[in-house]
């Protein structure tokens, strides 16, 4: 499920220019990922993040790490969530050549273990530009 984050967001990245979640809750049975959006996306471009993130985890990616220093890893990555006493050395989980970030979590070595990724429900908060997407893994 972890590593089924890591390719929402880099989908989420490519398919409408936001950036990685804002807020994440990741579980085994089912999870929720929120995004700051402009607009709420309509029902193509929910279907094709659902196309895409499929498209990525069938492709057989193998999962890296890579550890690195935190200064290596200034400009390269977004150091906010970092919490301020963490070790001068970093890690970094890299899907394939599909995307790569600062992680502590655990993942798979390849996505082909992951399943299929199924979009339970959506929803917008227009008034905070929230997208949040829960889904789950078949």
């Known amino acids: ?32 990922l929120d995004y700051k959006l402009a607009t709420c996306p309509t029902s193509e471009q929910v279907q094709l993040l659902e196309d895409t993130v499929n498209e990525v985890i069938h ?13 290596e890893a200034k400009g390269r990555f977004d150091m906010e969530r970092l919490p301020n ?31 299929t990724f199924k979009l339970l429900s959506h929803n917008f908060n227009p008034e905070t530009g929230i997208w949040r997407i829960r889904f789950k893994l078949v």
């Open 1 to 32: 499920m972890h590593t089924t984050e890591h390719v929402v967001n880099r989908t989420m990245i490519n398919l409408f220019g936001c950036g990685r979640s804002v807020e994440a809750h990741i579980e085994r049975k089912k999870s929720k």
């Open 59 to 71: 492709s057989n990616l193998p999962v890296t790490i890579e550890y690195i220093t935190k200064q």
């Open 85 to 115: 006493d963490a070790s001068e050395t970093v890690r970094v989980v890299k899907v394939g050549g599909y995307d790569e970030c600062l992680c502590i979590g655990l993942h798979v070595q390849n996505t082909s273990e992951i399943g």
